[in-house]
């Protein structure tokens, strides 16, 4: 058996895959698709809703020293003053003097090739550049006199600062800890590509850590952040040679950072993109909110009686470009028994469903009785489980069940046979390698249980 990797054109394989097995579809598709927007299917819902789950446990749930929120998505214009993002959320873009198509600035190059290729013609110009604002905007109330503006959030980040301070009276945390958040973001890309890599509507996934606001405890936190944040995307089943840490240049740096760092993933089409940032933010936000909003935004340091404001270490991922990333670093091509097959090599934690169980034959009753009685036993096992479902499949024969389960990342099969029927024993097939073997169905439970 042999493992190979194709990488041109992995992703459209993906794309194609996402949309043949449920994954994920172009955004209102029978209306002719929303540019930069997609829709998850029912498996892809599932493996986002795993990879969420690991950083809501990671980052979150498993540590004494972070909470949990979710801030609404629609906010008032004066937060998007405060945090920057009125002046500075900008894309710089040039129109197009032949086809007057707007283009992010940096992609010119390509867009003035596209017109030498078509026509021949090396002649091309582009207007000058002009800023770009990517906040999407929004009007709420019934009358033009009584609307007002508001932004669908540019970043999860700021439904956080501003609601330090009722973090902060409701639960009395102790400096440093942490405020972590998972939810949608919107901005007006001009030119949303590569599937779920850059999108108008994404999710993001964060934790905003507040620490003493001295030169040694952000160094040492940020230096923390940075590693757990880099063994965490490892853990997602990304090999550490497709993984790498960079540090932004002073001119590449947000407007707030201190300090930045992002992870990157080697991705097939387009080399290195970021993946999660780690950005030492200061105490920009938290300055910014207390003088845009009048609220005294300052920590009390209950041993000194100090007031403070904190400085916020940042670690922000993107949800659906981990969705991608994991897509991509599982898309295997192989041959098994002499045929080329696909299949996702998920890991088992993150795969949408963790067992499928079969009847050998459709049309035998006791078969199928007895495979819906262990199909039941697991289903109700699963509500155990933090991630990962069951699913019964009948169609077709065996070989094609298999090929349908290898390809959404399934990895066990457990099929009920005759044998079954006369020693409570069933076909166990591992995803990875097609090999099966016999297992009691009394062990099934531990054996799945022990993949998480
Ligand atoms: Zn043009």
Redesign the pocket.
Known sequence: MTHQKTHEDTLSKIVSLCKRRGFVFQGSEIYGGLAGVYDYGPLGVELRHNIKEYFWKSFIADRDDVYGMSAAILMPARVWEASGHTELFTDPVVE??????K?REDQSDE??F??KSESGSAG?KFTKAKKFNLLVGARLGSSEKTATDVYLRGEITQGVHVNFKNIVDSMHPKLPFGIGQIGKAFRNEIAPREFLFRQREFEQMELQYYVFPEKKEGEKWFEYWKNFSFEWYTALGIKKENLRLREHAKDERAHYAKNAWDIEYNTPFAGWKEAFGIHHRGDWDLQRHGEYSGADLVYTDSETGNKITPWDIECSGGVDRAVLFVLLEAYTEDTLGGETRVFLKLKPELAPIRAAVFPLLRNKPELVAKAREVYTMLKKESANWRTGGVMWDDNGNIGKRYRRQDEIGTPHCITIDFETLENDSVTVRDRDTGKQGRVKISELTKILKNIC
């Open positions: 197009c003097e032949i086809c007057h198509e283009i867009h003035a596209k017109h091309y």
